[in-house]
């Protein structure tokens, strides 16, 4: 903490590198570019409803610059800043088919890590104004330094993750990650435009009464999910009142709100998509990271997400995440 009473990200990575025996700074540094490089996309987002005024997407704005979409802006920044950055050998994104391997850079040959993001998930809700959020997971990569990356180096199982986070855009900005020693969130002061340490050692409630799901696909669930969504809404087993339901639309966003006050998060297999929507690499596996980390769960239904073994990079997974107990109740009402 310094004189002026607050902890900014920058300095917090800084402290907790102290804690790891021989770390070369090179985690940190790209923990902080990611930082940096969210503040960034902040700054397009936060802007989004002036899209008429200034442009929209693929249409020029009034200084007749081209305007990108948010989620490709979100995506370049992100890679661009990974790729100078010199920590980091490769990147894996959804918004690029393959992997992007940073080999014309000599220091970036010589980096030990990978990353792959979700540059801006909820995308579909950045028009009307609803909270959207990057994820980003990071890996040490396996094949040898020097060389380019290779895909192997990104289809590790989630367990090997040696970082993972998310920046949500939302009624503030906030990040919030884990090294796998806890999970710490940071608020962006815009006045001063630093991320600032204002919920440290998030732990997760191990019950709540909230669930989140797409109820309206609830004819094209199995029979144990049907069976799952009426316990959640039938309140005499709880002997109290029906859990509440929660569904924002955007990922980050629903299991940000369920970290925090608890509650389950679930995106099933469904009888036209046997692997739900939500990709395990990006988008499920960096959440799971930071589900455990604050003492909650993630499941696929069948075995826990971080130990899923991946084959592509953009490969789906059903999850149900959140609270260890309502993780624990969802999966043996399904299965049943
Ligand atoms: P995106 O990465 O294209 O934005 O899609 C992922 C999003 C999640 O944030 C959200 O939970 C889900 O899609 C919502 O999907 P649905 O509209 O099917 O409920
Ligand atoms: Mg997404």
Same mark, same amino acid.
């Given at each position: 903490?310094?004189?002026?009473?607050?902890?900014?990200?920058?300095?917090?990575?800084?402290?907790?590198?102290?804690?790891?025996?021989?770390?070369?700074?090179?985690?940190?540094?790209?923990?902080?570019?990611?930082?940096?490089?969210?503040?960034?996309?902040?700054?397009?987002?936060?802007?989004?409803?002036?899209? /008429?005024?200034?442009?929209?997407?693929?249409?020029? +704005?009034?200084?007749?610059?081209?305007?990108?979409?948010?989620?490709?802006?979100?995506?370049?920044?992100?890679?661009?800043?990974?790729?100078?950055?010199?920590?980091?050998?490769?990147?894996?994104?959804?918004?690029?088919?393959?992997?992007?391997?940073?080999?014309?850079?000599?220091?970036?040959?010589?980096?030990?890590?990978?990353?792959?993001?979700?540059?801006?998930?909820?995308?579909?809700?950045?028009?009307? +104004?609803?909270?959207?959020?990057?994820? %980003?997971?990071?890996?040490?990569?396996?094949?040898?330094?020097?060389?380019?990356?290779?895909?192997?180096?990104?289809?590790?199982?989630?367990?090997?993750?040696?970082? @993972?986070?998310?920046?949500?855009?939302?009624?503030?900005?906030? $990040?919030?990650?884990?090294?796998?020693?806890?999970?710490?969130?940071?608020?962006? /002061?815009?006045?001063? !435009?630093? %991320?600032?340490?204002?919920?440290?050692?998030?732990?997760?409630?191990?019950?709540?009464?909230?669930?989140?799901?797409?109820?309206?696909?609830?004819? +094209?669930?199995?029979?144990?999910?049907?069976?799952?969504?009426?316990?959640?809404?039938?309140?005499?087993?709880?002997?109290?009142?029906?859990?509440?339901?929660?569904?924002?639309?955007?990922?980050?966003?629903?299991?940000?709100?369920?970290?925090?006050? !608890?509650?389950? %998060?679930?995106?099933?297999? $469904?009888?036209?998509?046997?692997?739900?929507?939500?990709?395990? $690499?990006?988008?499920?596996?960096?959440?799971?990271?930071? @589900?455990?980390? @604050?003492?909650?769960?993630?499941?696929?239904?069948?075995?826990?997400?971080?130990?899923?073994?991946?084959?592509?990079?953009?490969?789906?997974?059903?999850?149900?995440?959140?609270?260890?107990? $309502?993780?624990?109740?969802?999966?043996?009402?399904?299965?049943?």
């Amino acid at each position: 903490m310094n004189t002026k009473g607050i902890t900014t990200l920058d300095e917090f990575i800084i402290d907790r590198q102290k804690d790891i025996p021989f770390a070369t700074g090179e985690l940190s540094g790209l923990l902080r570019d990611i930082g940096v490089a969210c503040k960034v996309v902040n700054r397009e987002v936060n802007k989004a409803g002036l899209v /008429d005024i200034i442009g929209a997407n693929g249409s020029t +704005n009034v200084q007749g610059e081209e305007v990108q979409k948010l989620d490709m802006f979100a995506n370049d920044i992100l890679k661009a800043s990974l790729m100078t950055s010199g920590e980091c050998c490769g990147i894996a994104s959804e918004e690029e088919e393959e992997l992007v391997s940073f080999e014309c850079n000599e220091r970036n040959k010589n980096a030990k890590y990978v990353v792959l993001f979700d540059p801006l998930d909820g995308s579909s809700n950045i028009d009307v +104004n609803v909270s959207i959020g990057t994820i %980003f997971s990071i890996y040490k990569r396996v094949s040898p330094m020097g060389k380019p990356c290779t895909i192997e180096d990104f289809l590790q199982p989630g367990v090997k993750q040696v970082a @993972a986070g998310y920046v949500i855009y939302g009624s503030s900005t906030m $990040m919030v990650y884990t090294t796998g020693k806890g999970v710490n969130g940071f608020t962006l /002061d815009p006045s001063i !435009g630093e %991320f600032c340490l204002s919920h440290p050692d998030i732990i997760t409630p191990v019950k709540s009464d909230t669930y989140s799901i797409n109820q309206g696909y609830f004819y +094209n669930f199995g029979k144990g999910v049907q069976n799952y969504l009426q316990y959640c809404q039938d309140s005499t087993d709880k002997k109290s009142k029906a859990y509440r339901l929660r569904y924002i639309g955007s990922m980050v966003a629903d299991v940000h709100r369920n970290l925090i006050k !608890g509650g389950v %998060f679930l995106y099933p297999a $469904m009888k036209d998509a046997p692997l739900g929507k939500l990709r395990l $690499m990006y988008e499920c596996n960096p959440l799971a990271f930071l @589900a455990e980390q @604050a003492g909650g769960e993630a499941s696929t239904g069948q075995q826990r997400i971080l130990e899923v073994n991946p084959t592509e990079l953009h490969q789906r997974v059903p999850i149900i995440i959140g609270s260890k107990s $309502m993780v624990e109740e969802a999966v043996k009402i399904i299965e049943e």
